[in-house]
């Protein structure tokens, strides 16, 4: 899957949100998103479309708990120290990415790709782990704690296909999906034929059509009810024919991981 962050999930409950709590969530994945090491104010307001005098008050919020740093000489903003207090419990009870360590470092060193682990989080999937191979794909970085569209290419194909069938319908009914890259070229029936051959091989592909030049290979991670709850993902510059070859190494890595987690797998 290509690491873009999804405006366009579900919005469950909007009715119960808090404007402000909103938007300082949003003020907060920008800045999490950015390519350069900090942002200047007028390019967070063009960013998430907000007046100027909104955007101060919520990074100066943030500021005061350490959410957010300012770098007066630069005048600029970046994430703070006082996101890796939030997510130091977090991070410390959640075994997927110690449990799926060897598995990511396996798969990376055979195809001189990167792996990587998802998880599926209300209606996105967040990058918890990976392992890059000796070559670099140049084409696309992949970061811990990366949200993703949650249809987008492999990994979207891997966690619809074991799916029950309401949920992927709910899925199916949103506006914009990424499955073939671009929404324009979602197309239903071709999306059924590869759902089918997702469940028979236990893995999906994607060749160039998110990022033209990276192949991905998929491949589910189920819990203890047996519907996914995260993927295991292998992206690199390898040739389509040796991705397929590799699905059923990524597939077995998937199964492997989910035992370790008490997973139901059939």
């Known amino acids: 899957?290509?690491?873009?962050?999804n405006q366009d999930g579900p919005k469950a409950n909007d009715r119960y949100l808090v404007p402000a709590a909103d938007l300082a969530a949003r003020v907060l994945f920008c800045l999490s998103r950015s390519q350069s090491?900090?942002?200047?104010?007028?390019?967070?307001?063009?960013?998430?479309?907000?007046?100027?005098?909104?955007?101060?008050?919520?990074?100066?919020?943030?500021?005061?708990?350490?959410?957010?740093?300012?770098n007066v000489e630069q005048k600029g903003y970046s994430l703070g120290p006082g996101i890796v207090s939030l997510a130091r419990r977090f991070l410390e009870d959640l075994r997927l990415p110690k449990l799926a360590e060897p598995i990511l470092k396996k798969l990376a060193i055979t195809s001189e790709g990167t792996?990587?682990?998802?998880?599926?989080?209300?209606?996105?999937a967040y990058?918890?782990?990976?392992?890059?191979?000796?070559?670099?794909t140049g084409l696309v970085t992949i970061r811990v704690g990366h949200r993703l569209r949650l249809t987008t290419g492999s990994h979207g194909k891997a966690i619809a296909a074991f799916?029950?069938?309401?949920?992927?319908?709910?899925?199916?009914?949103q506006k914009k999906l990424y499955f073939h890259g671009s929404p324009e070229k979602f197309d239903r029936k071709r999306l059924g034929e590869v759902l089918s051959d997702c469940r028979l091989d236990g893995f999906a592909?994607?060749?160039g059509e998110v990022t033209p030049g990276l192949n991905t290979?998929?491949?589910?991670?189920?819990?203890?009810?047996?519907?996914?709850?995260?993927?295991?993902?292998?992206l690199g510059l390898f040739s389509g024919e040796t991705a397929y070859r590799l699905g059923p190494s990524?597939?077995?890595?998937?199964?492997?991981?989910s035992r370790l987690l008490g997973g139901k797998v059939d």
Not at 1 to 5: L, S, Y
Not at 127 to 136: D, F, I, L, P, T
Not at 218 to 232: L, M, T
Request: glycine residues 10%; aromatic residues 6%; negative net charge.
């Open 205 to 207: 592909l994607e060749l």
């Open 127 to 136: 990058v918890v782990a990976r392992h890059e191979g000796e070559r670099e």
């Open 115 to 124: 792996a990587a682990l998802g998880m599926i989080a209300d209606g996105y």
């Open 217 to 234: 290979v998929a491949a589910p991670v189920f819990g203890v009810h047996g519907r996914p709850i995260g993927y295991i993902v292998l």
């Open 1 to 5: 899957g290509e690491p873009v962050a």
């Open 163 to 173: 799916l029950d069938e309401d949920e992927l319908e709910s899925i199916l009914a």
């Open 37 to 70: 090491p900090r942002m200047s104010l007028i390019e967070i307001c063009q960013q998430l479309e907000i007046h100027k005098s909104r955007a101060f008050s919520i990074l100066h919020t943030l500021q005061k708990y350490g959410l957010i740093q300012r």
């Open 250 to 257: 990524v597939a077995k890595g998937g199964r492997d991981l």
